[in-house]
């Protein structure tokens, strides 16, 4: 089901169930509606009614359901709403990496009050998980999962799976562990249904599968499930005992999540995690003043470059017809050049290495686009001032576009080889430098072109 599909109750009604205290008739409305349509119907009902909303659909559902709503509304719910009970029994239904994802959310308070509600393993579990690092692999994995000892039969291992698979998150793949915990391979349960029923396991089992530690940075497991077409990326702690896995869908949230706050840097703007909707004014203040103010003050080295030249200006008045088109045809082909080659190291295809070839291919790229651009604007410069202003035009559009575009180019290397984002070659920053050499290319030719001395 989508946002399109007719929902079979609206939010009315659904609210209406709520206050009526009619616990069957919210069972029998959600009964088929998929828990992520529900979020999104409630999204914008008081923390209290969806409270009731949840207490009112079974255990299991609860718990699913709970991994649906935002963070905020998650801890505000957990911190104010539910009593310890409740809350721990939507706990244990979580799985286990959302459930480690919400106690780090909590107030420390809320923690020590919460903690007891929960059995010893699920403790254990909760604090084991929560103690990773948040940007760390260890922070995103769960630890459910299912694993099998290699000396079983196929028969054998698919009535164990049988058993274990309702606390599981996924069973497709299973984990093949030694004695010590240690990973020794993985199995798929299409390789065991095909498998004669009295083959050991370690006959039917992939050895030396892919594997990441805990304490890595979780965009290493995205981009080694993207690498080898993963299901799930088994993570191991420094004993290298098998401590958790990180399934395909956890890893897309981080991919998501990288790629929104790599969008709002080329924006120029500092990284917003929570909702924009949601959002307080002062946090998008916060959040965006600074590179607008920064960028300011770097403009006023273009009002200096054209100030430079108030006689080169005074002479030929028709230049300042085309100041705005060259300038932004600059800034234009450099946020193409940075935002290809952001998006290039941020992948892989492009290395640190390989300024040095890129920069040659840009060069080459970039003159051609000048040629084609300075070719479709010579006519007016032509038609604006005549020959002389046409050629400055002309020449000056082929030498901008290549500037910006060695320009966006070549600052992501450069900030990356400082240790920075890459992404903070942000299409603001990147357009502002370009203005500056357009101002200053553009009039420095007409001052070398047209024999006019520039002011001093």
Not at 247 to 254: F, H, N
Request: contains cysteine.
């Amino acid at each position: 089901m989508n946002d399109t599909d007719i929902r079979d109750i609206t939010e009315q009604e659904l609210e209406d169930l709520i206050e009526a205290g009619d616990r069957d008739g919210i069972r029998r409305a959600l009964d088929e509606e998929h828990s992520a349509d529900i979020a999104a119907l409630v999204a914008d009902m008081p923390a209290e009614r969806i409270a009731r909303l949840l207490l009112a659909l079974p255990h299991d559902r609860q718990g699913t359901l709970f991994g649906y709503f935002d963070h905020d509304t998650q801890v505000e719910i957990a911190e104010t709403v539910l009593s310890r009970r409740d809350m721990a029994r939507i706990f244990e239904a979580m799985p286990h990496d959302e459930r480690a994802d919400l106690f780090s959310e909590l107030s420390e308070e809320q923690q020590h009050v919460l903690l007891p509600g929960l059995a010893q393993a699920e403790r254990e579990d909760l604090r084991r998980l929560a103690a990773y690092e948040e940007d760390t692999v260890g922070a995103v994995m769960t630890s459910d999962y299912a694993t099998i000892p290699p000396h079983l039969t196929v028969s054998q291992a698919l009535e164990h799976l049988r058993d274990i698979a309702p606390d599981s998150e996924t069973i497709y793949h299973s984990y093949v562990i030694d004695a010590e915990r240690k990973l020794v391979g993985t199995v798929s349960l299409r390789d065991m249904i095909v498998a004669p029923p009295g083959t050991r396991v370690e006959k039917v089992m992939r050895r030396d599968p892919p594997f990441i530690t805990a304490d890595a940075p979780r965009e290493d497991a995205v981009a080694m499930i993207s690498k080898y077409d993963l299901l799930a990326l088994p993570v191991i702690n420094g004993g290298e005992k098998l401590a958790g896995i990180v399934t395909y869908d956890d890893a897309m949230d981080v991919a998501e999540e990288k790629t929104n706050l790599a969008f709002q840097k080329t924006g120029g703007v500092q990284d917003i995690t929570m909702s924009i909707r949601d959002a307080p004014l002062s946090l998008l203040y916060q959040k965006r003043i600074m590179w607008l103010v920064l960028l300011v003050f770097g403009n006023l080295f273009s009002g200096a470059g054209i100030a430079h030249f108030e006689d080169v200006i005074a002479a030929h008045l028709a230049l300042l017809f085309f100041l705005p088109l060259l300038i932004a045809s600059s800034g234009n082909a450099g946020a193409q050049a940075a935002t290809l080659m952001i998006r290039s190291l941020a992948t892989g295809d492009v290395r640190l290495g390989d300024w040095g070839r890129m920069l040659g291919r840009e060069f080459l790229v970039a003159t051609a686009l000048g040629l084609t651009m300075a070719l479709a604007i010579s006519g007016i410069g032509w038609w604006r001032g005549g020959a002389d202003i046409a050629g400055v035009v002309s020449l000056t559009m082929i030498l901008v576009v290549i500037v910006g575009s060695v320009l966006g180019m070549s600052l992501p290397f450069v900030l990356s080889r400082l240790d920075f984002d890459p992404a903070t070659a942000s299409a603001p920053l990147v357009t502002s430098l370009a203005d500056i050499c357009g101002v200053l290319i553009y009039f420095g030719m007409a001052a070398m072109l047209l024999d006019i001395p520039a002011a001093v």
